[in-house]
Structures are given as C-alpha cells and as structure tokens.
C-alpha cells in the first residue's frame, strides 16, 4: 500500500493515486494521435485537378481489387472498371502536390503515364492495401503517405526481417515434423508479427525506453520466444519431452526468497522470459509475461504491473528507500 504523507519530486507533489486518472476515477481518455491535415495550396490544387483525385482515390479504394497476390494465378483477376483512367478523361499533365504523396510531388509537373505507374506500383503490385474504409481521417492521411512515398528499407533491416521470418517459420515446420500431436498454438499465416514487434522494440530503444512489458496470447508464443527474446532451443525440447523449465540444479534449491522444490513449472504455452534486445548503441529490456491463460485474462495483469513498476520509479525518484516502498 502507497504511504499517505505527502512524497515531493523535484518541488512538485506526487499524488499517485489520482495522477493516473482524468476527470472521471477509473478511466484514461485514449489519447488521439493527429496527421497534419492539408495545407490551403494542396486544397486548391485539389479541388483544380478534382478528375485526377477521383482516379486516385478510385486506387486507394479498389487497388486491393486488381492486386497481383496469386503468384500461381489459380483464380483469374476480373478487371476493375474504377480503375481504367480512361472514365476519368484525364490526359497532358498534373501538379500532383496534395493529391498524390511522393518525394518530389511538390512543385513540379507529373505525366499522366508517371501518375497512373506510381500508384499502380503502390496499390496494384504484390502487396494489396485496403484502409479506405476507416471512419478517421488521420488513419487515411497517414497510410496515403507511408505507402505512397515509396521509402525503401536499407539492406540491413530487409536482412533482419528475411531472418525473422525464415526463422519462425523453420520453427513452426520443424516441430509440426518431430511432435505432429502438440498443442504449440504456431504462427503460420501470421509471421509478420514477429517483425514488427522487433520494430516497435526498436524505436521504443532509440526513444529512451529501458523496460518493456509484453502480454500475449497462446498463438506464436513459442515463436516470440526462441525468434526474438532469445528462449534457448534447448529449454523448449526438454519442456515438450515432459521436463520443467526450472534447470535441474535448482529442483532442490531454497533460500530466504524462492523455493523450488518439487516445482513442476506451467504448460508449454505460457512459457515467459526477460531478454535484452540490442539496436546498436541502444538496449531494451523484454519482459514478456506469463500468460494467465485464455485471450484478453492478460490485459489487466499487464496494466497493473506497468502502473506499479512507474509508481515503484516515481517513489524511488522522490527519495524513499526501496525496502520501505516495499515494505508498505
């Protein structure tokens, strides 16, 4: 339990108790997360060249439609009539600034042909995108210019991804191959999120973060494990063949804090580990928590250990002894 007597940092007082809540106890306010909207010059070019910007909106909404994602081409593609600029009778040239968001589109005067390539390479490639349906603006905004600006990934990130993926997906065929009957709840057909997790860690790392707390479920579990928070392979086998995660030498260890005597540990899918991540001259520590078992059940178990980890820091950072933080 939090001491009652007033705790100072730095002059201001603390109240950690309210601090965490707005006008209502018991309830945080999303916070809302805005994309510059358009300028009064992309505006009026917008609304000069509307035909254009219908055509490119056509794209953004359909693109997905005509996307070239059958690599075998089992299923023929039936042609998209929204997306034939010929409806649109566009022709010459067009200051795209404001309509289409790419390195350069300010200023200078694009083709017809240069306009319909750039966004067919966006939207009608390989990859299909489909966000147009989102209700916020903002969401929009900020896909039309990820996507459209084309940036390229340096060679060594493309390099990591490739591993993360190849990796988790090696581990999800090899043990359908060795133990066909176990419950290892893969991540086939969802291996991207290995890579972005390793993303998300990564600008945490160069954004001053020291500590991360991560809750998941059953599905890719294992895969987070030995891909990214560096789960021994070792450890795994020995939990699927029917041993504990708890390392021999400390079956009959017991001091003043933990006693593991007789322990058996938890099923394989909520295995956990604390592991830290390295993004050149920046760390993060993981900790990914023991999941309590069955979908959202971790959510609060998250929250509550991050409020308490930050009020533990904030009573730290104001001076109280760590023994009496914790021996109230």
């Not at 254009?52 to 996307?67: E, N």
């Amino acid at each position: 339990m939090l001491r009652t007597t007033p705790i100072f940092l730095r002059g201001q007082r603390l109240d950690l108790s309210r601090a965490y809540h707005d006008e209502s106890f018991g309830y945080r306010a999303p916070r809302v997360h805005e994309v510059p909207d358009y300028t009064p010059e992309q505006l009026s070019n917008r609304a000069a060249n509307a035909s254009l910007l219908r055509y490119a909106d056509m794209l953004r909404t359909h693109g997905h439609r005509a996307a070239n994602i059958d690599p075998l081409n089992l299923v023929p593609r039936e042609p998209v009539a929204a997306l034939d600029p010929a409806r649109y009778e566009l022709g010459g040239s067009y200051d795209v600034h404001g309509i289409v968001f790419a390195d350069g589109a300010r200023g200078t005067e694009w083709t017809l042909k240069a306009v319909v390539d750039h966004l067919n390479a966006v939207y009608v490639g390989r990859i299909a995108y489909e966000y147009m349906h989102s209700p916020h603006k903002a969401e929009r905004l900020w896909f039309q210019r990820h996507l459209e600006a084309r940036e390229e990934r340096p060679a060594p990130d493309r390099k990591r991804i490739h591993a993360l993926l190849a990796r988790s997906e090696a581990l999800d065929k090899f043990l359908q191959l060795k133990f066909p009957n176990l419950k290892r709840y893969g991540l086939e057909g969802g291996e991207a999120m290995i890579p972005a997790l390793d993303a998300l860690f990564r600008v945490a790392a160069h954004a001053g973060i020291k500590h991360t707390l991560l809750a998941m479920p059953h599905r890719g579990r294992l895969n987070v494990l030995l891909g990214l928070l560096g789960y021994p392979p070792a450890g795994l086998f020995r939990k699927i063949r029917g041993g504990s995660e708890v390392p021999d030498e400390f079956m009959d260890a017991k001091d003043d804090v933990l006693d593991y005597r007789g322990a058996e540990g938890d099923v394989l899918s909520h295995l956990t580990a604390v592991h830290e991540l390295e993004y050149g001259d920046r760390r993060v520590e993981v900790e990914l928590l023991p999941n309590p078992s069955h979908l959202e059940a971790i959510n609060p178990v998250a929250l509550g250990k991050a409020r308490a980890s930050v009020q533990l820091l904030l009573l730290l950072l104001a001076g109280c002894r760590s023994r009496d933080v914790i021996g109230r």
